[in-house]
């Protein structure tokens, strides 16, 4: 028999010594429970939820007053290298030929080829798309994607992100419904890295005081637009 | 070595120990005093929160019941990814399977996110011995490792430290003298892993949870170090403990809207990254190599015991904060990689009963901490099963006459009154304002510690008596 084999059959045999009448429950369905959903409104939730983890949420009415936001937050920051990822609503309000315009130092990941690692150290902010954003938690969703690399989000001190208004969900069940809309098993498949942020990079290592972008950004900025 | 493999037994010593350091006394209380708190206000922020725990519980009794069937399909779905699975039975099999991948792929410097189960099976030195840098990338840990230490909390590794301590350990490491405010100690930690994220080429990590329906494991960070062991180096290799599957996706957020919530009071925490396999084509980064090494090293015999409630556990520490006992002597007076209410029936249950006689005791039995656990674990009735255990001898002749004696008096109610009678008058005798600092026979062991209370002057049935006339 081999290693595997071995193994599973002592677990397999450790089951049934342990499954006392009762012990072996069908999966539950879990129905309702749990379900928060986003309140009245679930945008100013999603804003709310975000300031308490200890980011900013924006609600811009056009594409002006997307590129207006970014600008400021830019500027606050004095940065001058940025990194924008592709597709969505970066390419839709034109993002990359704008700030250009702004004489800033701007790449996209279109620019960037093959291994892509020491551009990525040194960007100072990073704008990219969202896959979706969750009002109950104030939680950005990103899915990684070949112009959506995960350093994007993470490698620059500051992190940017554009979200449609159509892309804001409820509740954090409502995101895992997407990929299995029956309710129980998988329909379609999650991408090779899905990940949920709510707030800047934290720690509380030394003597519990908080400390933002230890690792990740110190700062994400999410920029709904309504238009 | 061992699952739990311990600098010393001696207990009651390192109790002692921690118990007359101030300065440790002071970080346990701030520590486990915000948590615990968090852990009841975010309870408390969930319409229902005791359904959902419920919900997630039957989820892992379920999971555990088809624990064979579960992993195999997890298997199934890693490779259906491009990904690859091993089995180690033992920790020492899953050192040997780590540094065999490190191997193949020419592996040189490996970071690591924070996991316990890597803890458990001591991989560091295994790696250090087969020439592989390996550097912790969670803050608290990085800490841990340059100071040379254990962790001493599940989610606040380098509670023992101070901001004072911390600066002196990382000063003498880097060969700069560095001031101790937390906002420039963490930024010298950045600085530092960043340098150490450029170079790596093997990411190591645990995983919170794994399913079985899509091979996703799943990790928790607040800092990014998940992240960035995930993205950055070209080989992954995830340990995890084979009851950390669950079986379906939709399953997954019952547990992330309990787990930071039990934890720290946040609503989730900062980053909950889910990968699925190693990087697709057109991707430009994540690692190209995406390995899972599933441990059993105990585990499987736990599963055959009444003690299989404690493969529940997700890790969250919320027993600690709660524990009246944790609260006190902190993480390192157990001994084993696991501390707190959970660690005193993991360690002896995977390490020896035997040679952990203390912690089973290490509780009052208030329930605090199944009061805070996000999947209701029953740990005061296992504490009391390991107890069971360990007495499970012949009773020596003295003790045989003490129960005797005492079953004989609880049989007459005359012969009860007396023997109540004749302690009270004994004991107020001794007492000074109400308390007894001295009492004599084996009391005295009792009074060593802490102070007996004097019993009342009259008896229950005495002033029932009274109140009824
Ligand atoms: S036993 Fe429960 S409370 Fe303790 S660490 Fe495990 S899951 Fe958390």
Known sequence: ?227 | MSYAQHEHHDFLGASAQALADPTLQQALTRLTDTLLAGNRRGYAALADSSELRDHAKRIKEHSLAHLDQYLEQLEASVLKFGGKVHWAATAEDARRIVVEIAKKANCKHAVKSKSMTSEEIHLNPALEQAGIEVTETDFGEFIIQVAGERPSHLVAPAVHHTRESIARVLSKHLGEQLADDPKSLAMVGRRVLREKFRQADMGITGANFAVAETGTIVLVTNEGNGRLTTTCPRVHVAIMGIEKVIPRFIDLPVFLKLLARGATGQTLSVYTTLITGPRQPGELDGAEEFHLVLLDNGRSKVLATPFRESLQCIRCGACLNACPVYRRIGGHAYGGVYSGPIGSILTPLYDSVAANPHLPHASSLCGACQAACPVKINIPHMLIGLRELQHYHKPSRWERWAYGLWSMVLCRPWAYRWALWAARLLLRRNAQNGWLSQMPGPGAEWTKVRDFPAPAAKSFRERWKELES
């Open chain 1, 1 to 227: 028999m081999s290693q595997r084999e071995v193994f599973l059959q002592r677990v397999k045999q450790a089951v049934v010594e342990g499954n006392r009448a009762g012990a072996a429950p069908p999966l539950p369905e879990r129905a309702g429970v749990g379900y928060q959903g986003g309140g009245p409104d679930p945008v100013s939730r999603f804003c709310q939820e975000l300031a308490a983890a200890g980011g900013k949420g924006y609600v811009a009415a056009d594409s002006d007053a997307v590129l207006h936001t970014i600008q400021s937050i830019l500027q606050a920051h004095n940065a001058r290298k940025i990194l924008l990822t592709c597709g969505g609503l970066i390419d839709r309000l034109d993002l990359p030929a704008r700030l250009r315009e702004l004489s800033l130092e701007v790449r996209t990941t279109d620019d960037v080829q093959s291994d892509p690692r020491e551009d990525f150290f040194s960007d100072d902010v990073g704008i990219t798309n969202v896959h979706r954003l969750i009002a109950e938690t104030g939680s950005v969703v990103l899915a990684s994607k070949p112009n959506e690399p995960r350093s994007a989000s993470l490698l620059p001190p500051v992190h940017i992100c554009l979200a449609d208004h159509s892309q804001l969900l409820s509740d954090l069940f409502d995101l895992f419904d997407i990929f299995a809309p029956t309710g129980s098993s998988i329909q379609s498949l999650p991408p090779s890295c899905l990940t949920l942020i709510t707030g800047p990079s934290k720690t509380g290592d030394i003597e519990l005081k908080l400390v933002t972008g230890v690792h990740g950004p110190g700062e994400i900025h999410v920029i709904i637009c309504d238009g």
